[in-house]
């Protein structure tokens, strides 16, 4: 490389033998760009050369020990720089061909899920983790009576509408001081979580874990720890050993787990309220995201330790996603602590949407509906079992839209599935842990069972369980 040049052009071999030209920063320029030495003053002075366009997008970045030496800093300073700006989505490491700009984008946001989404034009879709709407319930009778809600159109910070409060607590898994309504699961879970976990904490999580929910504590500057399972639930003994962490939370999905279509057997549940209580105090955060789409009774670790738990009910993938609702229960005090931080933001969930739910979950043809919906997930599931086994692939039919698979090798098993016009999520995307996945969903999956069980075997199942 010339000094004062800022692209260098490197020839490489690819796997394939096939030679190809990469884009490299030559380190003496980048550090030239670089006048303050202070690892947030880095972090920023690369963020605006990225911003600006100085740094495009698909170019390498120099080794982080050239970085150091020629910036006349430790190593780890220029690593704890690039941690920050991977959490920022704007830098991506791929291993041994190094660490490339990813993205320019200002706004944060969330990494896995953009990733998710981002990829088009793909025959069979199978990483839409969402619900068919031809299996929803009709709307237009809930909102007949809505011009009758109580304080509507008021500018009252109130955390629930009375009568979906009312309906939601007449199956709730546990006596829980107070109960709000949030926009949408994800939207309160991320409330709750940007109000209670500081910056530089360690948050414990069931894996596999919702790609948002690692998406969250990479935001919120927290660390991520895995707490394993089994086909009962997150493992006590490994909870127990992770506590050691001194976390300041832990997440889990209390009920049917909506990765791996497995339901948190009650036992387990009082094994692991035993290992909490036994602990110092932590939060708990507990998202049911598929609360109407199992036939086991909704459980919670707040039957044990309810000042600790913040419980989560999704009511989008059973209602609808445009009712934009979750319910959310804590005690008192968390519930203004939450409640204080929506203020910063809309203070309430829209009463309307509220009301028209109310009435939706007290109808008895919703839960006809829901019924309905459930046994036709059902009915996809045991197809796509069926038509595995017949492969030689034997996996527990479980419950629910998605499936988490034990794979070979995962990268090759996307390319596989890809190359068929299959696409599945990157078992990496919802987990810590080193064995390769790939998670796909059969919400929308009505025919083909058999050709997409062919290029699933094709693609390097693995028969060992992970």
């Known amino acids: 490389m010339l000094s004062g040049s800022l692209i260098a052009i ?16 030559e380190v003496e320029w980048l550090v030239d760009q670089l006048p303050n030495r202070s690892g947030r003053a880095l972090a920023q002075q690369i963020a605006t050369l990225i911003h600006s366009g100085v740094l495009p997008v698909g170019v390498r970045l120099p080794a982080i020990r050239d970085i150091a030496f020629v910036l006349g800093v430790s190593p780890a300073t220029v690593s704890i720089v690039w941690s920050e700006l991977r959490r920022r989505g704007m830098i991506t490491g791929r291993g041994r061909r190094g660490t490339y700009v990813s993205s320019a984008a200002i706004a944060p946001r969330p990494i896995r899920r953009a990733e998710n989404v981002k990829l088009g034009g793909i025959p069979l879709d199978l990483s839409g983790y969402t619900p068919d709407p031809a299996l929803l319930p009709p709307l237009h009778s809930a909102f007949l009576h809505v011009q009758e809600t109580p304080h509507l159109n008021i500018y009252a910070d109130e955390p629930i509408e009375a009568s979906l409060e009312q309906v939601c607590r007449a199956d709730w898994p546990y006596e829980a001081e107070a109960l709000m309504a949030t926009n949408g699961a994800y939207g309160g879970l991320f409330e709750a979580m940007q109000a209670l976990i500081p910056p530089g ?26 707490v394993p399972g089994d086909a009962h639930g997150p493992i006590p003994a490994r909870l127990r050993a992770a506590l050691t962490r001194q976390p300041v939370a ?16 009650a036992e387990r549940m009082k094994e692991l309220a035993d290992v909490l209580n036994a602990a110092s105090p932590v939060w708990i955060f507990e998202d049911d995201a598929m609360a109407y789409f199992t036939r086991a009774k909704p459980k919670s670790l707040g039957v044990w330790c309810s000042a600790q738990v913040i419980h989560v009910r999704s009511l989008s993938k059973a209602l609808g996603p445009d009712l934009r609702l979750g319910i959310l229960s804590a005690s008192d005090k968390i519930i203004r602590e939450i409640q204080a931080y929506r203020s910063f933001g809309s203070g309430w969930t829209s009463r309307i949407m509220q009301a ?18 459930r046994r036709t997930y059902q009915a996809r599931r045991q197809k796509l079992t069926d038509n595995l086994a017949g492969y030689g692939f034997s996996y527990a ?15 090759a098993a996307l390319a596989s599935l890809n190359a068929h016009g299959i696409r599945v999520t990157a078992g990496r995307q919802c987990s810590l842990m080193p064995q390769p996945h790939i998670r796909f969903s059969i919400s929308h999956l009505k025919d083909r069972y058999e050709w997409v069980s062919e290029h699933l075997a094709q693609a390097g199942l693995s028969k060992t369980i992970c």
Do not use: C
Request: proline fraction near 5%; avoid cysteine; charge should be negative.
């Open 356 to 373: 028209a739910t109310a009435r939706l979950l007290a109808d008895p043809e919703t839960a006809t509906h829901l019924e309905r919906a």
């Open 397 to 411: 039919t479980g419950e629910g839209f998605s499936f988490w698979l034990p794979v070979e090798d995962e990268e």
């Open 10 to 25: 490197n020839t490489r071999a690819d796997a394939g033998g096939r030679e190809g030209h990469v884009k490299a920063v």
């Open 250 to 265: 832990f997440f889990l999905q209390p009920n049917l787990n909506a990765i791996t279509g497995r339901v948190l057997s």
């Open 201 to 226: 904490s360690v948050v414990l999580v069931e894996d596999p874990v919702p790609m948002r929910v690692l998406d969250i504590i990479d935001y919120l500057k927290a660390s991520a720890v895995a």
